[in-house]
């Protein structure tokens, strides 16, 4: 397989699949529908496949990237250079709320993510849904399934209730692997994120759902009584109306908030 595209050799370790079909770019491009005064800010540019996109429509383009030649590449772009501003960082460790403070604006953020740490990544991003506006990513189609999935599904697990209780989940586009190169061995998909502004459910306590979520979900097999057994008592379930010898992927999202819930008042 040639990894080599614009004379730039794709780095596995950062997840480098670079898009190659304009159609799929303009399309993502018009979900995104970029307009001057909004503060966007792209994760992972690469070469430039999005970016040169988004800046024929705008004046303004912030982009995070962690690999420093294509930072550099970008830097010297002669024709982007200058609506852009490099950020050549890590985006797990990037403050996306200082960026929107400084702006006095919440971000519009997009991205054809590095696959390897794009699950991590979306959890970093969900901790700074209230600056967020919305955001546009291209994913393996398999964890845009796992991100839409409720309840009774094969796919539903712990990154469907976190991405659900902060955002609204909305798929827009399916991608061939020859959209890309080098090509992914995966189908992939575009998926819109918006925060909600007036949340379905709220918990206490955000940490005390994920870790609740990553128990129950660990063993996905079991009874929800077994796989919470060190967290929570059969007397817990019963309280908020969890029938115990159900399993995970059986729960709503409004009854694990519940469960979170009592827990934590238990504990005050
Ligand atoms: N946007 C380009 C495109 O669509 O052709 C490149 C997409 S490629 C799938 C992912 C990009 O994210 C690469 O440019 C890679 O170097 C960058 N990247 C990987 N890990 C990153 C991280 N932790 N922070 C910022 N950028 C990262």
Not at 33 to 41: D, E, M, T
Not at 105 to 127: A, D, E
Not at 164 to 175: A, F, G, K, M, R
């Amino acid at each position: 397989m040639n990894k080599t595209h614009l004379g730039h050799t794709a780095r596995k370790r950062f997840g480098q699949n670079f898009l190659v079909d304009n159609n799929v770019i303009q399309n993502i491009v018009a979900a995104i529908h970029p307009q001057n005064g909004q503060v966007l800010v792209e994760i992972g540019p690469g070469l430039g496949a999005l970016t040169e996109a988004v800046v024929a429509r705008v004046d303004k383009l912030n982009v995070i990237e962690i690999d420093r030649d294509l930072a550099a590449r970008l830097a010297s772009h002669p024709f982007i250079r200058d609506k852009l501003t490099i950020y050549q960082e890590d985006a797990m460790k990037f403050d996306f709320t200082k960026l929107a403070v400084e702006h006095d604006t919440p971000l519009r953020v997009f991205g054809n993510l590095p696959y390897n740490i794009s699950t991590p990544l979306m959890f970093h991003l969900f901790t700074y849904t209230r600056t967020i506006e919305d955001m546009f990513f291209m994913l393996q189609k398999e964890v845009v399934e796992r991100l839409v999935a409720g309840p009774g599904s094969k796919t539903y697990g712990r990154l469907s209730i976190m991405a659900q209780y902060y955002c609204e989940v909305i798929p827009v586009l399916e991608v061939p692997p020859n959209a890309f190169k080098p090509a992914p061995k995966v189908d992939s998909a575009v998926v819109k994120l918006v925060p909600h502004k007036n949340p379905p459910h709220l918990v206490d306590d955000i940490k005390l759902l994920s870790r609740v979520t990553a128990a129950a979900f660990a063993q996905r097999r079991k009874t929800l009584r077994n796989s919470l057994s060190e967290m929570a008592s059969l007397e817990d379930l019963n309280k908020v109306g969890i029938d115990e010898k159900l399993r995970a992927e059986n729960i709503t999202i409004k009854q694990y908030c519940d469960l979170v819930n009592h827990l934590s008042q238990k504990c005050t």
